[in-house]
């Protein structure tokens, strides 16, 4: 990656904060960050954030956001398109946070070359919870935001995953990454933030066996 212009496929969670950073550190130069919203355009795809969140973490780190809006039919071509923007301004690489799921692996790889960039996934193959120790000791601060309701309650959401709530998940029995889509997170803190977001919590939603907290930056209504 040393001095390849990336742009990052910005879930605004845990597992692509981490590859932006190992992105950076092996010397990549972040352009920008990539999320997906639903159609409506209020929730991210990913991790049904608001367009509001990842806006605040993209201005604490300094780099554009650029969106698209797809319902799941469209999906893949607005994201084609999204990376097809990030070539047009000079991206070699789109840097992903997948694991071991090769299936999505397979995709990107496939999109990112019919957009006429390089996949690059710098926490592939790696331990799972290694990964999520890593980012605790680098000072990764997240919060989870969403939970599958069959294997996690409700009132997890919002709590800051540390080394408590590892220990935790894993007495659970849950993924420690959420690599089953068991929880999601947002980053609110860590490496490259020029301050730390403060998000405050509005209603829980509920849909399809998941519950998501809705979450604002300070100083945006509900």
Not at 66 to 72: G, H, L, N, V
Not at 118 to 137: H, I, T, Y
Request: charged share 25%; net charge negative.
């Amino acid at each position: 990656m040393r001095g390849v212009p990336f742009a990052v496929s910005w879930s605004g969670g845990k597992d692509s904060a981490l590859a932006l950073w190992r992105a950076q550190e092996a010397g990549g130069r972040p352009l920008a960050l990539l999320s997906v919203l639903d159609d409506t355009g209020t929730r991210s795809r990913s991790h049904g954030l608001r367009p509001e969140v990842l806006a605040a973490q993209a201005r604490a780190l300094g780099l554009p956001l650029w969106t698209a809006s797809a319902s799941w039919a469209t999906y893949e071509r607005e994201f084609t398109a999204l990376l097809g923007r990030a070539a047009g301004a000079g991206a070699r690489a789109v840097v992903f946070g997948d694991i071991d799921l090769q299936d999505h692996r397979d995709w990107e790889e496939r999109v990112c070359a019919a957009a006429g960039v390089e996949a690059a996934l710098p926490l592939w193959d790696e331990p799972r919870r290694a990964l999520v120790e890593e980012g605790l000791r680098r000072g990764l601060r997240s919060r989870l935001v969403a939970v599958r309701e069959d294997v996690l309650p409700a009132d997890l959401l919002g709590r800051e995953l540390n080394a408590a709530l590892l220990n935790e998940l894993l007495g659970r029995g849950v993924d420690p990454c959420g690599e089953g889509g068991e929880f999601h997170t947002v980053v609110v803190d860590g490496p490259g933030f020029r301050s730390p977001l403060a998000l405050h919590a509005g209603e829980v939603h509920r849909g399809g066996g998941v519950a998501t907290l809705d979450l604002w930056p300070e100083g945006a209504g509900a």
